[in-house]
C-alpha cells in the first residue's frame, strides 16, 4: 500500500497557525470520512489528535482542528506552542484491503 | 488505569520467527479492534495488522500480508503477533494500540517492543 503524502516538514512561530497536509486518494482519504491525526513525541508512542476527520478525543487541546477536501485532510494548529514540536502522522481507511494506511509523517517545528 | 503492554521483542536472524504479546488492562478488550503498528528506526509509523474483537475479521499490510499472523485471546485480554520469514526490514519498533471511544482512530498505545532483524 502507498503511504499517505505529507510535507516532510511544517514551521511557524509561537502564536501562529500553521496547516498539515495529507493527500491520498478516492480510495482513501477522499472515499471515506475516515481519517485521524497523531502526534509523536521523540522516544514516545504516538498520540491521538484527532479522528474522523474532525472529532478531538477528549483531553486533546481546541488547537488541534481537522478537516478535508476532496482527497486532501488536513490538520491545523493554532496559536503553536513550544510543546506541539514534534512528528505529526496522518492515517486514513482505505478500500485497497489493508484497512489501513499512515502518512509518511511530518515534522513540526516550533521556531 | 488503561494500559497495553507488549513483550516478545528481540534479535532473529533473517528468516527466523518472533511471536509479540501485548497484554491489555483496564479496558472492555472482548469489544475493541486491536492493531499492531511499526516503526523501523529513524522513519515513520507504517500500519501492520488489525484484528476484531471477535477475531472473526483480520486485515493487513501489503509487507507482511503471508508472513505476519494477528491474533487474540480475550479470556487472557492478550493480542499477538507471529512474525516469520522474518527479513531485514522488519527490523522496528512494534506497537500495539487500541480503539476504544474513537472510531477509526486508535487512541490508546502501548510503549513498543523491539525487533532487530540481523545475523
Known amino acids: 500500500q502507498s503511504a499517505l503524502t505529507q510535507p516532510a516538514s511544517v514551521s511557524g512561530s509561537p502564536g501562529q497557525s500553521i496547516t498539515i497536509s495529507c493527500t491520498g486518494t478516492s480510495s482513501d482519504v477522499g472515499g471515506y470520512n475516515y481519517v485521524s491525526w497523531y502526534q509523536q513525541h521523540p522516544g514516545k508512542a504516538p498520540k491521538l489528535m484527532i479522528y474522523e476527520v474532525t472529532s478531538r478525543p477528549s483531553g486533546v487541546s481546541t488547537r488541534f482542528s481537522g478537516s478535508k477536501s476532496a482527497n486532501t485532510a488536513s490538520l491545523t494548529i493554532s496559536g503553536l506552542q513550544a510543546e506541539d514540536e514534534a512528528d505529526y502522522y496522518c492515517s486514513s481507511y482505505t478500500n485497497s484491503g489493508t484497512h489501513y494506511v499512515f502518512g509518511a509523517g511530518t515534522k513540526v517545528t516550533v521556531l | 488505569e488503561v494500559q497495553l503492554v507488549e513483550s516478545g521483542g528481540g534479535l532473529v536472524q533473517p528468516g527466523g520467527s518472533l511471536r509479540l504479546s501485548c497484554a491489555a488492562s483496564g479496558l472492555p478488550f472482548n469489544d475493541l479492534w486491536m492493531t499492531w503498528a511499526r516503526q523501523a528506526p529513524g522513519k515513520g509509523l507504517e500500519w501492520v495488522a488489525n484484528i476484531k474483537g471477535d477475531g472473526s475479521e483480520k486485515y493487513y499490510g501489503d509487507s507482511v500480508k503471508g508472513r505476519f499472523t494477528i491474533s487474540r485471546d480475550n479470556a487472557k485480554n492478550s493480542l499477538y503477533l507471529q512474525m516469520s520469514s522474518l527479513r531485514a526490514e522488519d527490523t522496528a519498533l512494534y506497537y500495539c494500540?487500541?480503539?476504544?471511544?474513537?472510531?477509526?482512530?486508535?487512541?490508546?498505545w502501548g510503549q513498543g517492543t523491539t525487533v532487530t532483524v540481523s545475523s
Open positions: 494500540a487500541g480503539t476504544i471511544a474513537t472510531p477509526h482512530g486508535m487512541d490508546v
